[in-house]
């Protein structure tokens, strides 16, 4: 009966956030996984600097047009239990480096809704099919609301060595459990096809669960050993 009640608090809870945040052009699935822009931003974001000039590009699904590198207007949530969805949600991307390597930068699109205007990314280790522990991590802040296009939040991490042929992640998550953070990682739109990815949702249970969808828009970048 305790599960019954919580389950139906968290259903009313995202049922209240989706009504509250559609006011403001802001849609939230049902689960609370996905989140939609109904009004985009009329603003672009000045072109970019490569920020990955001199490197290997290990991998990457942003697109090569500068005004149009992801979509504006779709994404997975990133939220903490203190934001306005009240429920901590995170994602993670999986991604294969065909040569042995040293990671020294993440890119990641991600947009800003309300509350702390940060988030936290981190390459992690694969874990069974799943995110293990974190090998380096840095923390974007001033994130640009979601609804615009295309800034990228790319951060340098001290050298990581990775193995062809084996998988790993990159995370996007709230700095702290308890965060206010309400954001959304940028889906690509150069492979919109479902794919396998991962994803932590506290209304779901606890840890890393397997699931399928258009991947968060990101690049990983180094040096080739």
Aim: hydrophobic share 40%; glycine share 12%; net charge negative.
């Amino acid at each position: 009966m305790k599960k019954i009640v919580v389950l139906c608090l968290a259903i009313l809870l995202i049922a209240s956030v989706t009504a509250m945040a559609a006011d403001n052009g802001i849609s939230v699935s049902k689960d609370g996984r996905h989140v939609t822009a109904n009004k985009p931003a009329s603003q672009i974001m000045p072109l970019q600097v490569d920020p990955f000039s001199g490197l290997t590009i290990l991998y990457s699904n942003a697109s090569s047009y500068p005004l149009g590198k992801y979509w504006c207007c779709n994404g997975w949530t990133i939220s903490g239990t203190g934001s306005a969805l009240a429920f901590q949600a995170a994602d993670a991307m999986p991604f294969t480096p065909s040569v042995n390597a040293t990671v020294t930068h993440i890119g990641v699109g991600v947009g800003f809704v309300e509350g702390d205007n940060e988030v936290s990314v981190s390459l992690n280790a694969d874990a069974s099919g799943l995110p293990g522990a974190a090998l380096a991590s840095f923390t974007p802040t001033g994130l640009p609301t979601f609804g615009s296009c295309c800034s990228d939040e790319v951060g340098s991490i001290t050298g990581v060595p990775v193995t062809a042929g084996t998988q790993y992640w990159v995370v996007v998550q709230t700095t702290t459990p308890s965060s206010t953070t309400f954001g959304v990682w940028n889906d690509n739109d150069t492979n919109e096809t479902a794919q396998p990815f991962a994803f932590e949702n506290s209304n779901e249970g606890s840890g890393w669960f397997s699931t399928a969808g258009i991947l968060g828009v990101f690049g990983v970048a180094g040096t080739v050993q």
